[in-house]
């Protein structure tokens, strides 16, 4: 009988687990977000030096508490990220401040998803 008990009690906590990280996934896809694309030198894929660039600016985006990143990549000629936040207009501008610290401004683009 106890083998039985356990592995139900097992999986009533894991289907709790897993229904409260779901919960949490849709509440943050709800988040406003903020798309960044910087253009690199070439048409392919970021070298190392740009990589450490936007792994920079990344960081200071997080530190500044303007949002978290929620992905990034490369290709194409462009390197992106997708930061999400809790205001995107403010987020924006915040973003065009860090990148023109970084000196990229002139060859990025910010925008709010959707727009």
């Given at each position: 009988m106890l083998w039985i008990l356990v592995p139900l009690v097992?999986?009533?906590i894991?289907?709790?687990?897993v229904r409260k990280k779901a919960e949490r996934l849709r509440a943050e896809e709800a988040r406003p977000r903020v798309l960044v694309a910087?253009?690199?030198?070439?048409?392919g894929m970021a070298m190392?030096?740009?990589?450490k660039?936007?792994?920079?600016?990344?960081d200071e985006i997080e530190k500044?508490?303007?949002g978290r990143v929620d992905d990034a990549g490369s290709g194409q000629g462009v390197m992106h990220?997708?930061?999400v936040v809790a205001d995107a207009e403010r987020a924006a501008s915040d973003i065009r401040e860090v990148l023109a610290a970084a000196g990229v401004l002139e060859r990025a683009t910010v925008r709010a998803a959707g727009t």
């Open positions: 097992l999986f009533i894991f289907g709790r687990y910087i253009e690199l030198a070439g048409k190392r030096e740009e990589l660039l936007r792994n920079t600016i990344e500044r508490g303007i990220l997708q930061v």
